[in-house]
């Protein structure tokens, strides 16, 4: 018998998910926290500011459109189809990007849970029960997406502290994945600060190499 944070997590998970978006090609998959009101909007993930600041730091400044709706435009064409998007949650997990606030009020001590679990990313586990309990119910839906992926030769880029944390702690390695690490949220212009060029130089080299037809 499913529990009721289950009952409303799959509710959310029906009413507001924003699809996992990559093709058969994926070679590079970044890994985001979840959707926001953009997302919603344009039914792909990273189409908002953030998304427009990752395409301009791997594609160009001439490149306006955000890095999901890139994507989801050029499905088909390399190298857009051997990179993917996955979030961790596949809903919001604000309640000022949920699309009904009617929702929202219905189910305010859910979203009170999820809006905690977002923004606590110092603890692997909580004092509270209801937080773990969310946490538990996200990470399996997590681990069951990433799982279809395992046999795949990936290079997987977790971004911000939130994507990072939960995919160490969804356990979900396969063997033929290279991993990113310590890669920034693409908020705030972060691709283009001093402090993680390193990182981002590592991120650009993967699709240089995906676009010279390098990674198999």
Known sequence: MLSDMQKIFLQAKDQFTVSDLFSSELHILFILESPHREEIKHGAPLAGSSGRSVSKVLFGEQENLPFGRLLKKNSE?????GLG????????????AIPSGEWVNEHADFVKVIEKVRTSNDKD????????????????????RLSQLSSRP?????????????????GVLGPRWSLIENVPHPSYNSWTKERYR????????AVESLQAGELK
């Open 125 to 144: 586990a909580f004092k509270q029960d209801d937080w773990n309990t969310f946490q538990e119910i996200m990470l399996t839906d997590f681990r069951e």
């Open 77 to 81: 064409q390399p190298p857009y189809n």
């Open 198 to 205: 390193t990182q981002i130089q590592e991120v650009k080299h």
């Open 154 to 170: 990936l290079v997987i880029v977790p971004c911000g502290r939130f994507a990072q944390k939960q995919f160490r702690l969804a």
């Open 85 to 96: 998007i996955m979030n961790v949650c596949p809903f919001p997990m604000q309640s000022a």
